[in-house]
């Protein structure tokens, strides 16, 4: 019996906009303690990075309810958010926005479980002084580990069943799902297949 390949592509977006939130460098603090009578250096969250946390969080919460966001997190699924600034002036560098708003989303746990399966990509800078924000637009990629797409995946799992590795729970297929890559699969196409007798 051959297994039931799943080739459709739902097309899921999210809509988020984001006051400018503190930066990298304004996200961690440090104090000095005393330990055994020896200073050490420990960071902290600034109650500014704290409470913006706090907020986005909520409203990520409840955009993810508005927009019926009910996409399953999964640890293995990565996503582009693709993001527009919109500066109160030039000198700010966008590369310093992306921590702790991302972390805020991480938090809800309704997208992703973990921001490192995070693809940023910064669409445009421009600047608006009157209304200073982060628009995204956060949705699932098309590659799903090392395949670039839910059908090739499907392909190369389809010439794995007559495997003898596919029915130990293939640790090449578990792995080129993850993304790793590996001298076993050339082209798409595992050299390493060992056909039943």
Excluded at 10 to 25: D, G, H, K, R
Aim: net charge neutral; glycine share 2%; hydrophobic share 35%.
């Amino acid at each position: 019996m051959q297994p039931i390949l799943h080739t459709e592509v739902i097309q899921i977006e999210l809509y988020l906009t984001s006051e400018i939130p503190p930066s990298v460098n304004h996200y961690m603090s440090y104090r000095v303690i005393m330990k055994h009578g020896k200073p050490l250096a420990m960071s902290y969250k600034t109650q500014e990075a704290v409470k913006y946390r706090e907020m986005f969080a909520e409203y990520v919460r409840d955009e993810c309810k508005k927009q019926n966001w009910d996409l399953i997190p999964d640890k293995q699924q990565h996503f582009y958010v693709d993001s527009y600034f919109y500066f109160d002036k030039t000198s700010r560098d966008c590369n310093n926005y992306f921590k702790v708003m991302l972390d805020a989303i991480t938090d809800t746990q309704l997208i992703w479980l973990d921001d490192n399966v995070v693809c940023e990509r910064v669409q445009r800078i421009l600047y608006d002084t009157e209304n200073p924000r982060i628009e995204l637009k956060i949705h699932p990629v098309d590659y799903i580990g090392v395949f670039d797409d839910a059908p090739q995946m499907e392909t190369f799992v389809s010439k794995c069943i007559g495997c003898t590795r596919y029915n130990r729970n293939c640790s090449i297929l578990k792995n080129a799902k993850q993304g790793k890559i590996q001298q076993e699969v050339i082209d798409g196409v595992c050299v390493a297949r060992k056909p039943k007798r």
